[in-house]
């Protein structure tokens, strides 16, 4: 499994700002290249302004989901 970046991340990629059941996936920054649990905690993170995916950049690469979710 990849990595996930935050603030007291869990197992289930959940985070200080959300942790609910439905907060169990991470998103690929383009920016930097790192999941995420949320845009709070890659601005509490990282030293740079987040960029948002392109359109055509879009694709499920981009999303993390753990074992646990039903997406």
């Given at each position: 499994m990849s990595t996930v970046h935050g603030l007291d991340v869990n197992d289930k990629t959940q985070c200080?700002?959300?942790s609910s059941p439905k907060d169990v996936i991470a998103i690929k920054h383009p920016c930097?290249?790192?999941?995420?649990?949320?845009?709070?905690?890659h601005e509490a993170?990282?030293?740079h302004e987040a960029r948002v995916w392109r359109r055509d950049e879009r694709g499920a690469e981009g999303?993390?989901?753990?074992?646990q979710?039903?997406?």
């Open positions: 200080k700002h959300y930097c290249k790192k999941f995420y649990a949320c845009i709070k905690c993170c990282e030293a999303r993390l989901a753990t074992e979710a039903k997406c």
